[in-house]
């Protein structure tokens, strides 16, 4: 009886300890999960066009909530406050907004030469970047931008949204599974008008400033390849022009707008750009006067992958070598795209962003990823400038 009773108490201290035991993995699960819930708070700086975008973009976030916005014109205040509202702050000055706001996150969308300053500052707080593309100048700024992130144990997403479309992820998941074979070529050409022409995005055709048409506009078309590729690529040529900017009134342009690019990679893959930009007179529009074509193709041993449209609309289509096979899959756009990007590409970056914040993740447009897309740009354009193949190892 003495076994007995002394069994029982036990057994009931036991019990009390486990029930115990499971209140406080109930209280920390949920700490846990309103905490998982809480607003990921993000400032926003530079707030012109790309800026607005992206502010759209994390306004529209259910994860995200923007404290401030940070630039240099004070006259972006205004427009901030009719499209965040007037509880956003605004500041000219960057270390005093991280100072005050102290925010999880911060968006960079200024000119690229900033950029290197502005994350590392970020980083050195403790803060996620969201930096746009280019990512830097040159390669060591890229390394330190990553080393810094690293240190900070901060995650580091670069704004390569092109492989967040719903449509190049289609045409990749094919490629992936083995459809048309191990990708031998692959090519896009984009044929279009000129970047848009106001005072404040004049530096995007100084060639010093913004390092070329093939470093601001082409590191997406160069990330989509080294992604389809799924290899390091090792040497470029290309050749290139201004033929149809250097003859508009009034307007200094010192970049190419037009060129051909051809990508080499480890695995023996193939890559050719060819990117127009010329069709159509710089304005305060666009510049792109009735005409956007992008076509993207894939060639491997078993067929050929090929798609063609403006993002996200489109069709993907494969072409099989061994019969006269044909497979279309029609891709519509989802929604309403109040402008020329394609927000499904936004939308995915940016929930990506707030996935890798919170579970700590790395993100799939990395700061490696755009440093990668970025010595392409930067071989490409340094091949134009001395007419000969350069290899990636030189940069």
Same mark, same amino acid.
Request: net charge positive.
């Given at each position: 009886?003495l076994?007995?009773?002394?069994?029982?108490?036990?057994?009931?201290?036991?019990?009390?300890?486990?029930?115990?035991?499971r209140?406080?993995?109930?209280?920390?699960?949920?700490f846990?999960?309103?905490?998982?819930?809480?607003?990921?708070?993000?400032c926003?700086?530079?707030?012109?066009?790309?800026?607005?975008d992206l502010?759209?973009?994390?306004?529209a976030d259910?994860d995200f909530?923007?404290?401030?916005?940070c630039?240099l014109?004070?006259?972006?205040?205004k427009?901030?406050?009719?499209?965040l509202?007037?509880?956003?702050?605004?500041?000219?000055?960057?270390n005093e907004?991280?100072?005050?706001?102290?925010p999880?996150?911060?968006t960079?969308?200024?000119p690229?030469y900033?950029?290197?300053?502005?994350?590392?500052?970020?980083f050195?707080?403790?803060i996620?970047?969201?930096c746009?593309?280019p990512?830097a100048?040159?390669?060591a700024?890229?390394?330190?931008?990553?080393s810094a992130?690293?240190?900070?144990?901060?995650?580091?997403?670069?704004g390569?949204?092109m492989?967040?479309?719903f449509h190049l992820?289609?045409?990749w998941?094919?490629?992936?599974?083995?459809?048309?074979?191990k990708?031998?070529?692959?090519?896009?050409?984009?044929?279009?008008?000129?970047?848009r022409?106001?005072?404040?995005?004049?530096w995007?055709f100084d060639?010093?400033?913004s390092?070329?048409?093939?470093v601001?506009k082409?590191?997406?078309?160069f990330?989509?390849f080294?992604?389809f590729?799924g290899?390091?690529?090792?040497?470029v040529?290309a050749?290139a022009?201004?033929?149809?900017?250097d003859?508009?009134?009034?307007?200094?342009?010192?970049?190419n707008?037009n060129a051909w690019?051809i990508?080499n990679y480890?695995?023996?893959?193939?890559?050719?750009l060819?990117l127009?930009?010329?069709?159509? !007179?710089?304005d305060? *529009?666009?510049g792109t +006067? %009735?005409?956007?074509?992008?076509?993207i193709?894939? $060639?491997? &041993? =078993?067929?050929?992958?090929?798609?063609?449209?403006?993002?996200p609309?489109?069709?993907i289509?494969?072409h099989?070598a061994?019969?006269?096979?044909?497979?279309r899959?029609?891709?519509?756009k989802?929604?309403t795209?109040?402008?020329?990007?394609n927000q499904e590409?936004?939308?995915?970056?940016?929930?990506?962003f707030?996935e890798?914040?919170?579970?700590? !993740?790395?993100?799939? *447009?990395?700061?490696? +990823? %755009?440093?990668?897309?970025?010595?392409v740009?930067? $071989?490409? &354009? =340094?091949s134009?400038?001395?007419k000969?193949?350069?290899?990636?190892?030189?940069?």
């Amino acid at each position: 009886m003495l076994f007995s009773g002394s069994l029982g108490a036990f057994r009931d201290r036991l019990a009390n300890r486990k029930q115990h035991y499971r209140l406080v993995l109930s209280l920390i699960n949920k700490f846990s999960k309103e905490k998982k819930m809480e607003k990921i708070k993000i400032c926003c700086t530079g707030f012109s066009r790309r800026g607005k975008d992206l502010a759209k973009c994390a306004h529209a976030d259910s994860d995200f909530e923007i404290t401030a916005v940070c630039d240099l014109d004070e006259i972006r205040k205004k427009e901030a406050a009719g499209m965040l509202g007037e509880k956003v702050h605004f500041y000219t000055d960057y270390n005093e907004m991280l100072k005050k706001e102290k925010p999880d996150a911060v968006t960079i969308a200024t000119p690229q030469y900033n950029h290197r300053d502005l994350a590392i500052r970020a980083f050195e707080n403790k803060i996620h970047v969201y930096c746009e593309k280019p990512l830097a100048m040159n390669l060591a700024q890229c390394d330190e931008m990553i080393s810094a992130s690293e240190k900070a144990g901060c995650v580091f997403i670069v704004g390569q949204q092109m492989r967040y479309h719903f449509h190049l992820h289609k045409a990749w998941n094919i490629i992936a599974g083995g459809e048309i074979g191990k990708p031998a070529m692959i090519w896009l050409k984009e044929f279009r008008g000129p970047f848009r022409v106001s005072p404040e995005h004049m530096w995007i055709f100084d060639q010093e400033k913004s390092g070329g048409m093939l470093v601001e506009k082409s590191c997406h078309h160069f990330d989509l390849f080294n992604w389809f590729a799924g290899s390091r690529p090792v040497s470029v040529y290309a050749s290139a022009g201004l033929d149809g900017l250097d003859n508009v009134k009034n307007f200094k342009c010192t970049i190419n707008d037009n060129a051909w690019v051809i990508v080499n990679y480890e695995n023996g893959a193939r890559a050719m750009l060819g990117l127009c930009m010329f069709l159509g !007179k710089p304005d305060r *529009a666009e510049g792109t +006067i %009735g005409f956007h074509r992008r076509e993207i193709g894939v $060639a491997g &041993e =078993k067929g050929i992958l090929h798609t063609e449209g403006y993002l996200p609309a489109g069709n993907i289509e494969i072409h099989y070598a061994d019969s006269h096979n044909l497979i279309r899959y029609e891709l519509k756009k989802e929604g309403t795209i109040p402008n020329k990007f394609n927000q499904e590409g936004n939308k995915g970056i940016f929930m990506d962003f707030a996935e890798c914040i919170r579970e700590k !993740k790395k993100p799939f *447009a990395s700061g490696e +990823i %755009g440093r990668m897309a970025l010595a392409v740009s930067l $071989a490409a &354009e =340094k091949s134009c400038a001395e007419k000969r193949i350069v290899q990636i190892d030189e940069l």
